[in-house]
């Protein structure tokens, strides 16, 4: 097994077990702070993939950004000091026999299915190639998500305010 | 062990996928409807970036990823200001027990 693998198989397990701590831990402050492992095993899962912008762009945007948003959310919208934060248990035993032929059969097809392996050849460092890339074919995806991002936060702010009149 | 390729990242997204949805289907708090859909959307990256690297797609998939990760931001903007709205509405965030938009 090389260190490739082990570095695999160590983020990988980080990632899940975090992931399942998310959805399963009673607090939901400890929820937000198990998110964090999992965005750090992702972005770890990226650079394992040769995508180094996208793993520290995860970790600027998500960890830096969303999850910080999602932790004031938390602090906001409930008691802190009050432990009755309701978790809610809302049919959780059909939920997980669903949720377990879901994975099932989706773990079956990524591992049954043939796929046709081509090795990409990932430049050292793809910020270059990303950046001609999006001044270049995706100029309009770019622009069009600048305006979005720009619409999202004056929406935000305005409908987070609304009852200060 | 075997070692590792495709499959194994797309495993991995497919463990996240499902956790995402079950606290998205389970879970009462909208914050953590939130979480599970920050699941959802991270799972769909790693099947972008994984398939970007093995199926000679050059570097499109991982620009699709950072496309996804600029939505996820703006989601998470808007759909927190809607959850302190309803916080103040209500006074809880519950999703099954709010039935209206408005008081």
């Not at chain 1, 910080?68 to 802190?80: D, E, P, R």
């Not at chain 1, 049919?91 to 032929?101: M, Q």
């Amino acid at each position: 097994m090389s260190i490739y693998d082990l570095i695999f198989y160590l983020f990988a397990t980080l990632t899940i077990v975090s992931a399942l701590m998310v959805v399963s831990s009673d607090n939901i402050v400890r929820s937000a702070f198990y998110l964090l492992a999992t965005f750090f095993g992702v972005s770890g899962i990226y650079v394992l993939l040769g995508a180094d912008f996208v793993a520290v762009t995860q970790i600027m945007v998500y960890i830096g950004g969303i999850l910080i948003l999602l932790l004031f959310g938390v602090m906001l919208t409930s008691n802190i000091t009050n432990v009755e934060i309701k978790k809610g248990t809302a049919k959780i035993l059909p939920a997980v026999i669903g949720i377990g032929v879901l994975l099932g059969a989706l773990v079956s097809v990524m591992t049954r299915t043939k796929w046709k392996l081509q090795l990409t050849e990932i430049p050292q460092t793809t910020s270059f190639e990303l950046g001609k890339l999006l001044i270049t074919d995706y100029v309009l995806i770019f622009e069009l998500l600048g305006i979005l991002l720009l619409i999202a936060l004056i929406g935000a702010a305005s409908m987070a305010r609304r009852e200060q009149e | 062990m075997i070692e590792v390729g495709l499959t194994h990242f797309l495993v991995v997204s497919s463990f996240l996928f499902a956790f995402g949805l079950y606290a998205i289907l389970t879970r009462k708090n909208a914050i953590l409807v939130l979480m599970g859909v920050e699941l959802v959307l991270n799972a769909a990256n790693i099947n972008f970036v994984a398939f970007s690297r093995y199926g000679n797609l050059g570097l499109n998939g991982q620009l699709m990823a950072l496309f996804v990760i600029v939505l996820a931001a703006a989601e998470a903007a808007i759909a927190l200001a809607i959850v302190l709205n309803i916080y103040k509405t209500f006074g809880h965030v519950n999703v099954d027990e709010i039935d209206n938009l408005k008081e």
